[in-house]
């Protein structure tokens, strides 16, 4: 093997580590789920999904299941979701809980 291709080899290993270099854009995949076989995309700042609670919600366990997956991959505003667990709640000075 031609040491050029081993580093270029090493490289993308060493970029694949480093996933803050990758910011997803847009995306489209099928989402295989325990009942049914789902569409789900992101595109212009949207998440879509084909299945009926994301009719209702705007959001569903197979955009969630992306967001934990891509992470910090994805633009900001790609990373929230009406399932993640809000902080903890600051408590007032002389209020106990």
Excluded at 17 to 36: A, C, K, P
Aim: aromatic fraction near 10%; proline fraction near 4%.
């Amino acid at each position: 093997m031609h040491s050029s291709l081993i580093g270029k080899i090493e490289k993308a290993n060493r970029y694949a580590r480093e996933t803050d270099r990758i910011m997803f854009d847009q995306l489209s995949l099928t989402f295989r789920g325990d009942n049914d076989t789902h569409r789900v995309a992101f595109e212009a700042d949207r998440w879509q999904c084909n299945c009926h609670y994301f009719e209702t919600w705007s959001t569903c366990v197979h955009v969630l299941a992306i967001q934990k997956i891509l992470g910090s991959m994805l633009p900001e505003s790609a990373q929230t979701s009406l399932f993640t667990a809000p902080g903890p709640v600051p408590v007032e000075a002389g209020v106990s809980a």
